[in-house]
């Protein structure tokens, strides 16, 4: 019995637990460090935020979420964030799609094809890709590398990927770093990211349209 259970543990399955349970823990690191340390930060030099910026380009793959990073680089950058924060996320994205197609070599596709009704989804996903990258990268509350190890793993074209994501992320990362530039303090920013009511309806907003639109893409499939 347990042996069945470990072979059923594949390499994409566990990852994908680690890279929705890991940004929880680095959320609340980086939390912790932010406030300890924010006059520290603020007067870090364009040269170290260029580095902060290619540094967290690669742990916003599974570890740091861009949300997060975003209402921090807001707080202390101002609009100026939006530039790095776009790079985060794009090369976030990047780099777990390579990581994939050098570790997987399209195993985890040729394992779904075996279930009809994977294959249907997956098939749906692959015919309407961009529109499905676009609404899974809209919604707020889907864990940013838990959808980037997917798309990989689906055989998406990385082209699309890569615009889908920067279409789907933006009015979020747009309404993190103003969020980040219109607080006061830190530590009420981090306690409520989204302090004012239009804040609280636009991320409502986001998650319906996100609903919506998947449901409209893959209800066939799912049917």
């Known amino acids: 019995m347990k042996q069945?259970?470990?072979?059923?543990?594949?390499?994409?399955?566990?990852?994908g637990v680690l890279m929705s349970v890991t940004p929880i823990v680095f959320t609340s690191v980086l939390s912790?460090?932010?406030?300890?340390?924010?006059?520290?930060?603020a007067g870090l030099t364009a040269w170290q935020w260029a580095g902060l910026t290619l540094l967290f380009s690669l742990t916003s793959a599974a570890l740091t979420p861009p949300t997060m990073l975003a209402l921090l680089f807001g707080y202390f950058l101002g609009w100026q964030a939006v530039l790095p924060i776009f790079v985060v996320n794009?090369?976030?994205?990047?780099f777990i799609n390579q990581l994939v197609h050098w570790i997987d070599h399209d195993r985890f596709i040729r394992f779904l094809r075996r279930?009809?009704?994977?294959?249907?989804?997956?098939?749906?996903?692959?015919d309407k890709e961009l529109k499905v990258i676009f609404f899974a990268k809209l919604?707020?509350?889907l864990p940013?590398?838990?959808?980037?190890l997917l798309f990989a793993l689906s055989g998406a074209r990385l082209r699309n990927i890569l615009l889908g994501g920067f279409l789907g992320m933006t009015p979020r990362t747009l309404l993190a770093v103003w969020s980040g530039r219109e607080a006061h303090e830190i530590r009420a920013l981090l306690d409520n990211p989204n302090q004012s009511l239009w804040g609280e309806v636009?991320?409502?907003?986001?998650?319906?349209?996100?609903?919506?639109?998947?449901?409209?893409?893959?209800?066939?499939?799912?049917a």
């Open 4 to 15: 069945a259970i470990l072979q059923k543990i594949t390499g994409p399955a566990l990852a």
């Open 90 to 94: 794009l090369g976030g994205i990047l």
């Open 144 to 148: 940013f590398g838990l959808t980037n």
């Open 139 to 141: 919604s707020p509350i």
């Open 115 to 126: 279930n009809p009704k994977a294959q249907s989804v997956l098939d749906r996903i692959l």
């Open 32 to 41: 912790y460090y932010a406030v300890v340390y924010e006059s520290y930060i």
């Open 202 to 222: 636009i991320i409502a907003a986001l998650i319906l349209v996100s609903i919506a639109g998947l449901w409209q893409v893959l209800r066939r499939a799912l």
